[in-house]
């Protein structure tokens, strides 16, 4: 089985500062390692998505996200936030090969001017 | 432009009434998917299909049945909705074509509300 803790419900932080998202999963098995935004109102979509190969994975709107095995994380990262950030970012897990997909409990991000 | 459609985004219903929220995929992708989001609890997997007639229960199952009987269509039914269904719903679907990445497409969400 999967699990998947995100660090911080909630994060605060100002127009064109860095920001970090923390992600830790645990599995017995290989996974697929996700990053899914929401703005209000609407569904998720896809970050950005580790699969395999490097451990520095580049997403849209400027995103990144670095696997960690040894450390079983996933953070996910920006050197400078927009408000247009603002939104919940979930982190999510599947494990190769499987059907099921775990999300953590989502961080909500708040861009201040 | 891949495209999930929920028909529904706000539902009001009170305790007792059947519920049905549908769902479609444009992507003929055979598996789909109907999660349920709470704050601080995450989506949380109700049903999955991943075969038209095909369908397997998530984690949190109880009080909900679904229906896939067209591969671009995944139902949930809630039978007898109560007060404690009240929450954002949200369908998705994934492929299994070459690579599966695993990667979630979703549709924009029904918001339920039951008196």
Redesign the interface.
């Known amino acids: 089985a999967q699990s998947v803790t995100q660090l911080d419900s909630q994060v605060p932080v100002f127009e064109e500062a860095p920001v970090e998202l923390r992600c830790n999963y645990s599995s017995s098995v290989s996974v697929y390692l996700f990053w899914y935004v929401q703005y209000p109102n609407q569904g998720l979509q896809l970050l950005l998505k580790y699969l395999s190969g490097s451990t520095l994975v580049k997403g849209i709107n400027g995103f990144e996200a670095e696997f960690n095995k040894s450390q079983t994380s996933f953070h996910l990262r920006k050197p400078s936030v927009h408000i247009s950030d603002t939104a919940e970012y979930f982190c999510a897990v599947t494990s190769t090969g499987g059907f099921k997909t775990i999300f953590g409990a989502g961080t909500r991000l708040f861009v201040k001017a | 432009d891949v495209k ?1 459609t929920q028909s529904s985004r706000y539902l009001v219903k009170r305790t007792g009434e059947k519920v049905f929220l549908e769902c479609v995929q444009d992507m003929d992708h055979e ?1 789909m ?1 109907w ?1 349920r989001q709470d704050p ?6 109700i049903y ?1 299909s ?1 075969d038209v007639k095909m369908k ?1 229960k ?1 984690d949190i199952p109880e009080g909900y049945s679904v229906s896939r009987e067209k591969k671009e269509r995944f139902s949930l039914i809630l039978e007898s909705a109560s007060t404690n269904q009240t929450s954002m719903y ?1 369908c ?1 679907s994934r492929g299994n074509r070459g690579r ?5 497409f ?4 029904s918001r339920l509300t039951v008196l």
């Open positions: 999930v598996n998917f999660y601080g609890l995450g989506l949380r997997l999955f991943y397997e998530g949200l998705a599966n990445t695993g990667e979630l979703f549709g924009e969400g």
